[in-house]
């Protein structure tokens, strides 16, 4: 069975500072796991994911996360927060073993900014 | 390309009524979701299809029923609406084969209220 949990079910960190929500996830296989956004009103869209490349992978707007086998770990990054990161952020988890249904997501993570 | 449109985006049910979301994408994808979203509770798949005429139980089917007889189209039914149903309602879509590490693209969501 998978599983992700987000630690923080609200973040708030101020205009240019480091944002890092995490997210530790449990799976019996090699995980594919990624990061959603959710903008206010609108459905989510993919942030980054990996799938057993490189362990640090980028993706838009300047975020990216880092899979630590040993920690269990997924935790999402960006070195300096704009106020137009304020979103809902979801963590999810699936496999190569998986079919294309089996993507668990996480609670989410909402970010806030401020001035 | 509109990607994936939801209809409507908004609905106010009675205990016990009907109704149908539609959801619709252009993107010719093979596997379709629908999912709903509750406050701490992340997503949960609801059905899922992986192509034109098939459907399949996701984590939480009970009370919905879902159709997918154009490849493009595929609708989630409430048969006799509960309080319990009410909840922001995500339509999705990802390219065939429906590998688990393929990106799932979201529509907009309906946001449903059964009083």
């Known amino acids: 069975a998978q599983s992700v949990t987000q630690l923080g079910s609200h973040v708030s960190v101020s205009e240019g500072a480091l944002v890092l929500l995490r997210c530790n996830y449990s799976s019996s296989v090699p995980p594919y796991l990624f990061w959603y956004v959710q903008y206010p009103n609108q459905g989510l869209q993919l942030l980054l994911k990996y799938t057993s490349a490189a362990t640090l992978v980028k993706g838009i707007n300047d975020f990216e996360a880092e899979f630590k086998k040993s920690e269990t770990s997924f935790h999402l990054t960006k070195p300096s927060a704009h106020m137009s990161d304020a979103a809902e952020y979801f963590c999810a988890v699936s496999s190569q073993y998986s079919s294309a249904s089996k993507i668990i997501f996480g609670s989410g993570t909402r970010l806030s900014i401020r001035p | 390309n509109a990607g994936v449109t939801q209809t409507p985006k908004f609905r106010v049910l009675k205990t016990g009524q009907s109704m149908t979301l539609l959801c619709a994408q252009d993107m010719n994808h093979e596997y379709m979701y629908w999912y709903r979203q509750d406050p701490g509770m992340g997503l949960r798949l609801i059905h899922y299809s992986v192509g034109e005429g098939t459907t399949a139980k996701g984590e939480v089917p009970d009370g919905y029923n879902v159709s997918r007889l154009k490849k493009q189209n595929f609708l989630l039914g409430l048969e006799s609406a509960a309080p319990s149903q009410t909840s922001v309602y995500f339509c999705?879509?990802?390219?065939?084969?429906?590998?688990?590490?393929?990106?799932?693209?979201f529509g907009p969501g309906t946001r449903l209220t059964v009083l």
């Open positions: 999705a879509s990802s390219y065939s084969p429906g590998r688990a590490d393929n990106e799932q693209f």
